[in-house]
């Protein structure tokens, strides 16, 4: 070892002469000047340590009431990231202190408040043809915060899409045997009644059509459609109003 880390090593670490605090024989042993020994081995330092908990990183005393002040002024602006910097710790090292000591806010449960209302529910039926951002909308403006996301999943839940009156024009396309492009092609003529779902685009929302209007393009233009290529029990269905 060199003069100069030799110099190091004694400007940071000091002689212990101490007693084992598990089987209490002295022992001898070079240490960090803020870190005196413990135990006399490793044997003595794994019995020693049953039962504690080890943290590896410790918030001194003297933040605790900083910590508490800072969660009553409230937080969120980058006060937490602040404070980990000044301390040494990791954010979430003091998020979860102000949790234990009741300071920070708790996590929500799965079950939180989130439950859909019936009112909720009411909207979302009304309005399954529409595209969530507009059902958001309308339920924001009743007094209800949902995301786009937990609207898909919700009417997914109602089986709204399914119970609406109406098809799409995919779906009509593969119940009569035929390619979509047939179908909007008769849209466009004025053949067939449809109508675009509201809020999407203009040009990029889906067609919505009704049982009744195919029933009379049906009718009226029997001879263009090919009955072979049809599903049988959805034109009964169709013809028939079941």
């Not at 234990?100 to 708790?106: E, F, I, R, S, V």
């Not at 109508?195 to 049906?218: F, Q, S, V, W």
């Amino acid at each position: 070892m060199t003069a100069t880390a030799t110099a190091k090593r004694e400007a940071f670490y000091r002689i212990y002469i101490k007693d084992c605090e598990y089987c209490g024989k002295q022992f001898k042993r070079s240490a960090p000047i803020d870190v005196p020994p413990k135990y006399c081995c490793w044997a003595c330092r794994s019995k020693g340590m049953v039962g504690v908990k080890r943290e590896k990183y410790v918030i001194p005393e003297e933040y605790h009431e900083p910590i508490r002040k800072m969660y009553a002024n409230g937080v969120g602006t980058g006060q937490v990231a602040k404070m980990a910097k000044r301390i040494g710790v990791p954010r979430t090292k003091i998020s979860y202190f102000a949790r234990a000591n009741g300071w920070g806010q708790k996590r929500r449960s799965r079950d939180y408040q989130w439950r859909w209302s019936e009112k909720e529910d009411d909207i979302i039926q009304r309005c399954s043809d529409a595209h969530p951002k507009l059902v958001q909308k309308r339920l924001r403006a009743a007094g209800f915060e949902r995301t786009q996301s937990a609207i898909e999943i919700r009417r997914t839940k109602l089986r709204a899409v399914q119970n609406r009156s109406g098809v799409s024009a995919n779906d009509l396309a593969a119940c009569m045997g035929v390619d979509v492009k047939n179908i909007l092609a008769a849209i466009n003529k004025g053949k067939l009644q449809a109508k675009r779902l509201p809020g999407y685009d203009y040009e990029r929302a889906p067609y919505m059509i009704k049982n009744k209007d195919i029933k009379t393009y049906i009718q009226d233009w029997l001879p263009e459609i090919n009955i072979a290529y049809c599903d049988k029990y959805w034109l009964v269905d169709v013809l028939t109003g079941g």
